[in-house]
Every structure is written in C-alpha cells, then in structure tokens.
C-alpha cells in the first residue's frame, strides 16, 4: 500500500495541540484523536460504556483504543515537531526583496510573533506565497517522515 502525501499534508495542516494524527499503516487511513478521546480510554478500563458520546466519538475511542493496544498505527509528526515558528522563519529569509525580507524577519522576533507575521504577509500581498511555502514545506516533512518510517509514498 502506498500512503499519500497530499493526504498527509492535509491532515499536517490541521495539526492542533490538544492531540495528534495517526495513520492506520494497514488501511492508509489518518485519523487525528484528540487528547480528550484518549482519556476517554482511563474510563473503558472503569467499565465505562460511553453512552453520552456521539457515534463519532465512539468510533474515535475504539481506533485511540487499537492504536494503544497494536502496531498497527504510526503518529505523525505533532504541531511541536513541525515547529510552524521555524517554517515562518525560513520563509522570512526566503524571500528576494532585502527589504522586505529583513523586516519580516524581524517582525517574528518576540512576544507576538504570529500575528506580527500575518498582519505583514497580508500588508505586503504575499498571503499566497506564503501558503505556497508552507504547503511545499509541509510535503518535505511528510515525506521524510515516510522515509523513516520506510512507508512507500506517491
């Protein structure tokens, strides 16, 4: 099987910080399980039945459940790993105009920093370069993280 990239960019895109993506290394299936699903977990050896959950969620314990208990699962890199600051950073002294990238290079500097930075990439018209930028990045990252995982990738 071969996983997608473009899929893993997606579910990279949408990392959050109260939890992670897994992909199923069986099925090529990704699934984000938030940090509340898994302590759902810490119930169902309780004896909890869950039924104030919504279907969704259900189906969430069960996939958090099989990801704890088989081998059949691999985390994706988590928003930490990605590190969004430095992937703003590199876009900053990636840009032609001296100017332009100097001052948004030290606009990320300090308290503040992402705001300063989107304030400036939508000051100066370049909301679609940076985009452009991240998803190419992001591809990067997804596909070394297949490599290491010695997952095939199209």
Same mark, same amino acid.
């Given at each position: 099987?071969?996983?997608? =990239? $473009? !899929? =893993? /960019?997606?579910?990279?895109?949408?990392?959050?910080?109260?939890?992670?993506?897994?992909?199923?290394?069986?099925? #090529?299936e990704? %699934?984000?399980?938030? @940090? *509340? =699903?898994?302590?759902?977990?810490?119930? $169902? *050896?309780? #004896?909890?039945?869950?039924e @104030? &959950? $919504? @279907?969704?969620?259900?189906?969430? /314990?069960?996939? $958090?459940?099989?990801? +704890?208990?088989? *081998? +059949?699962y /691999?985390? &994706?890199?988590?928003?930490?790993?990605? +590190? !969004?600051?430095?992937?703003?950073?590199?876009?900053?002294?990636?840009?032609?105009? !001296?100017? &332009?990238? *100097?001052?948004?290079?030290?606009?990320?500097? #300090?308290?503040?920093?992402?705001?300063?930075?989107?304030?400036? =990439? %939508?000051?100066?018209?370049?909301?679609? @370069?940076?985009?452009?930028?991240?998803?190419?990045? &992001? %591809?990067?990252?997804?596909?070394?993280?297949?490599?290491? +995982?010695?997952?095939?990738?199209?």
């Amino acid at each position: 099987m071969k996983v997608k =990239i $473009a !899929e =893993i /960019v997606d579910q990279l895109e949408i990392s959050f910080d109260t939890g992670n993506s897994y992909l199923n290394k069986t099925t #090529g299936e990704l %699934h984000y399980i938030s @940090d *509340d =699903i898994f302590g759902c977990l810490d119930g $169902a *050896d309780e #004896g909890e039945t869950f039924e @104030d &959950l $919504a @279907d969704w969620e259900r189906d969430l /314990v069960a996939v $958090a459940k099989e990801i +704890n208990e088989t *081998d +059949n699962y /691999v985390q &994706l890199p988590s928003k930490y790993e990605l +590190n !969004e600051y430095r992937i703003m950073e590199r876009f900053c002294l990636s840009l032609d105009d !001296e100017q &332009l990238r *100097d001052k948004m290079y030290y606009s990320i500097k #300090g308290s503040g920093a992402f705001q300063r930075f989107r304030d400036n =990439i %939508h000051m100066h018209g370049i909301e679609k @370069d940076w985009f452009e930028f991240r998803k190419q990045w &992001l %591809h990067t990252i997804a596909t070394e993280w297949c490599e290491s +995982n010695e997952l095939e990738f199209e």
